[in-house]
């Protein structure tokens, strides 16, 4: 019995000093002893799956940076503030290439939607080759993420890690998608699948960055009630594509009866939760409390 209970001790102390050095060397992760973050192991994330070891994702971060691809971001010139952030988000296929001066150059957590892989395919050596310290979270319906052969999306990117086999490529479970959808209902009191709209990869950036961060910045997001404020700044969609303007966009998918983002509905959403994370929105600000 003694023995036993020795034996537990030490397998806990093992296990204590084990954490405590593993997490004062990781690099990129802020250690910082006797905070409130004291002894708090690297976070896993079992809703998101290496798509080359099968493994969930491990990430945990203090002062996270989500940069908007909104148009919003030309001439902030905030590169280097959201470059001192310990973790930078972006989204899609948002270039930094050419916008340093305003996003900034480093990304660490690139969040995909399954109809984007295709564009990044288009540069596969500079995402997944020369940004290959950047993790990828890629999104998607069952139907394209399945792993039995018949997944589309999932087959391009099993390639892909076969290709560049320093890939850092994270899938979303299905179960995962559900609990999604089911945070939409939850704060919308809508059904996802009967309103006919589809999750933003914003909302999903959201979701993972709340359980990883200790705290965000979001740079470039409009509010819920930008497009309808006298004198509102007319941008395009992206900073990186000329053409489409952002509120007719947002207006656009906020109405359409299939296939439509509730862009609008979800910038609510994420007001609300501000009030309860540590969330600031700039660029343009938002005061949410
Ligand atoms: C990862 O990226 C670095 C910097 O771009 C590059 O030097 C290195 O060769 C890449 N590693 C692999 C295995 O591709
Ligand atoms: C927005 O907030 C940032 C950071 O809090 C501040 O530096 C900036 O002056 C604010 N801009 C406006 C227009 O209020
Ligand atoms: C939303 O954005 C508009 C335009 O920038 C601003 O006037 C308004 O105060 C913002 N509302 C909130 C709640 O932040």
Redesign the pocket.
């Known amino acids: 019995m003694t023995f036993i209970r020795s034996f537990i001790h030490s397998f806990f102390f093992f296990f204590f000093f084990f954490f405590f050095f593993f997490n004062i060397l990781q690099p990129g992760t802020k250690w910082i002893p006797f905070s409130s973050t004291y002894m708090r192991p690297l976070r896993t994330h079992y809703g998101y799956i290496n798509v080359r070891t099968q493994e969930p994702l491990q990430l945990d971060c203090d002062l996270c940076a989500i940069v908007s691809n909104s148009g919003q971001m030309v001439g902030q010139k905030v590169g280097n503030e959201i470059d001192q952030s310990s973790c930078i988000w972006r989204m899609n296929n948002a270039p930094t290439k050419g916008y340093e001066e305003d996003v900034g150059r480093m990304t660490m957590i690139r969040v995909v939607s399954h109809t984007s892989v295709p564009l990044l395919l288009k540069n596969p050596d500079y995402f997944f080759?020369?940004?290959?310290?950047t993790i990828y979270v890629i999104w998607g319906p069952f139907r394209n993420m399945r792993k039995d052969g018949n997944g589309i999306v999932y087959n391009m990117l099993k390639k892909t890690v076969d290709i560049?086999?320093?890939a850092q490529i994270y899938v979303t479970t299905e179960k995962r998608m559900s609990y999604c959808d089911g945070i939409f209902k939850k704060e919308t009191g809508k059904d996802r699948v009967q309103s006919g709209s589809y999750l933003s990869t914003g909302w999903f950036t959201f979701i993972l960055a709340m359980d990883a961060c200790y705290g965000i910045h979001v740079y470039g997001m409009i509010n819920d009630t930008y497009c309808k404020t006298e004198g509102y700044r007319k941008v395009p969609y992206h900073y990186y594509e000329q053409g489409r303007d952002e509120c007719d966009e947002y207006f656009l998918h906020e109405h359409a009866p299939y296939g439509g983002h509730r862009f609008i509905t979800e910038k609510k959403v994420f007001a609300k939760w501000a009030k309860n994370h540590r969330i600031i929105f700039t660029h343009p600000n938002w005061t949410v409390s």
Do not use: D, G, L, S
Not at 129 to 133: D, G, S, Y
């Open positions: 080759k020369e940004a290959n310290a560049y086999p320093n």
